[in-house]
Every structure is written in C-alpha cells, then in structure tokens.
C-alpha cells in the first residue's frame, strides 16, 4: 500500500499527528522544514537519524520493519493498529518472516548510499571553493 518509505512517514504524520507536520516534528525533535522534505514534493529520504527519531516515538510504538520496508503492520502492539483503525499489510504475507539482520542490511545500504550522496556534494562544494578563490585571485 505504501511503497516508499516517505509514503510510510507521510502515513504516520497523517494517522498519528492529523497531518500537523508541528506536531509530529516537537513529538519526534526532527525539523519541521526536515519533515516536510521528506512528505512534500520534494520527496528528499530521510536520514537514519530522522528514522531513529520516528522509530522512537514512545506511543503507539512504530514498528521498525513497516517502516523501513512496509512489511507487516504500522504498530508493533496489536491494540495500537485497532485503535488508529489503519490500513497494513496482511501479517500471514509472505514477507512475513523477515529478520533483524535484514533489517540492519538494508539500513546499512541507505547509509552507504547517503554517504555517497554527501561525498558528491562535498566534491561540488570544493570544486565551487577553488573556482571562487581563483576568481578572487586572478
């Protein structure tokens, strides 16, 4: 139902928070403008440490596995998805049996992928820093 994990995160600020990016970013201590990155157009991914934010919001407790890969159900007490009346994936799926190394695997590979990201940019800002200082320079 929701492929990505910014639909997942948009989900999360639309059941839990009425869709009060305010709200959601004091109750989870991540921007506001870093929220609504991740849930409006730009769609930018959310770092780990925004995950671990989300992931740490005290009640109900998200679980980690829907979150990351949208397997299984939204909150990890039963009780919690009765009372938030939300859409999950059937639980007798067969993803279903999914383990904490995956989990951790495909984390991992987010990292890497942000650290790319950011060696990218920080290639263009060097190269942007010696492009103004020969201008000043010369």
Same mark, same amino acid.
């Given at each position: 139902?929701?492929?990505?994990?910014? $639909?997942?995160?948009?989900?999360?600020?639309?059941? &839990?928070?009425?869709? @009060?990016?305010?709200?959601?970013?004091?109750?989870?201590? %991540?921007?506001?403008?870093?929220?609504?990155?991740?849930?409006?157009?730009?769609?930018?991914?959310?770092?780990?440490?925004?995950?671990?934010?989300?992931?740490?919001?005290?009640?109900?407790?998200?679980?980690?596995?829907?979150?990351?890969?949208?397997?299984? $159900?939204?909150?990890?007490?039963?009780?919690?998805?009765?009372?938030?009346? %939300?859409?999950?994936?059937?639980?007798?799926?067969?993803?279903?049996?999914?383990?904490?190394?995956?989990?951790? @695997?495909? &984390? &991992?590979?987010? &990292?890497?992928?942000?650290?790319?990201?950011?060696?990218?940019?920080?290639?263009?800002?060097?190269?942007?820093? $010696?492009?103004?200082? @020969?201008?000043? %320079?010369?």
């Amino acid at each position: 139902m929701f492929e990505t994990i910014n $639909e997942r995160i948009k989900h999360i600020l639309d059941t &839990l928070y009425k869709g @009060n990016t305010t709200a959601m970013a004091k109750a989870t201590n %991540v921007k506001r403008t870093t929220l609504g990155s991740i849930v409006g157009t730009d769609g930018n991914s959310p770092g780990f440490d925004v995950i671990m934010k989300i992931a740490g919001i005290p009640s109900p407790r998200i679980s980690m596995e829907w979150l990351i890969r949208g397997v299984g $159900e939204m909150f990890i007490d039963e009780k919690d998805a009765i009372k938030y009346s %939300v859409n999950t994936v059937n639980s007798h799926n067969e993803n279903a049996n999914i383990n904490d190394t995956d989990t951790i @695997n495909r &984390l &991992l590979s987010m &990292l890497e992928a942000k650290d790319k990201q950011m060696g990218a940019k920080e290639s263009q800002v060097n190269t942007l820093l $010696e492009i103004i200082k @020969n201008i000043k %320079v010369g």
